[in-house]
């Protein structure tokens, strides 16, 4: 099975999303983690993350509940991801919509015999994104 | 063995010292880590950590190199962790010289049969430090 991010400052949001996808493919499920380049996130956010993606990837890959974790493609090719993968269940987070339509649609499109599966987001607001963590950082560090 | 830290935001620089204080217990060792309190780090820095300790307990104990994981004691009683646990290394980080002058003392005052290594820095040294990440990320956030 697959699962999908960015992973930008591994938090406990990123943990619980790896550790329910795993659960969901059952247990003797492999996990692969798809870590996205830093050009991918940067064509699509506008900027680039804070860490880059082979440290990323690294440090994802070093969590117990990932089997494997591998740099996506530079250009969004998930029909080639899909394909040479060939998860039999992908995981999408709370706040990957965009990601869940664009599989759905390719899954259907194709054929392939791949369930969609979307992880709630867990526990309080705080853990949750890269992004509020960040500007938590950069008040931390202003009153420094 | 032991080996301690806060991990605010847990990075490569952490991961590699972990790794690395494994690799000098040998293949069989196990590793405990324990992560200081937000009151300890306050007490000493005069600021807690961004993430809370129950958090950053929690993803250190999800990596695969580290066996548990376990919160310090909130006053510091170096020698309550070390009678308890009964390592026979305590690994020690580049830059944690007041924790390894303290507990080298310890030993020799208690004479326990515990050796203390120092696990050298790694690599560039961007990623080596909670404080570097939280400064580029605090520009990262102005500038955007």
């Known amino acids: 099975m697959l699962a999908t991010g960015v992973f930008d400052l591994l938090h406990l949001g990123h943990l619980r999303f790896?550790?329910?996808s795993k659960r969901k493919g059952g247990p003797r499920s492999k996990l692969l983690v798809v870590v996205a380049r830093d050009k991918t996130v940067f064509r699509r956010k506008g900027r680039g993350p804070v860490i880059p993606e082979d440290q990323r990837r690294e440090l994802v890959?070093?969590?117990?509940v990932v089997d494997r974790a591998?740099?996506?493609r530079e250009e969004i090719d998930l029909l080639g991801v899909l394909k040479e993968v060939k998860p039999n269940l992908v995981c999408v987070g709370y706040d990957q919509d965009e990601i869940r339509t664009?599989?759905?649609r390719l899954i259907v499109?194709?054929?392939?015999?791949i369930k969609?599966?979307?992880?709630?987001?867990?526990?309080p607001i705080g853990f949750n994104s890269s992004s509020s963590l960040k500007k938590k950082i950069a008040r931390s560090?202003?009153?420094s």
């Open 109 to 113: 499109k194709e054929g392939l015999p």
């Open 116 to 123: 969609v599966v979307r992880i709630r987001r867990f526990g």
């Open 102 to 104: 664009a599989v759905t």
């Open 18 to 20: 790896l550790q329910e």
């Open 70 to 72: 591998i740099l996506g």
């Open 61 to 64: 890959g070093a969590l117990r």
């Open 141 to 143: 560090v202003a009153s």
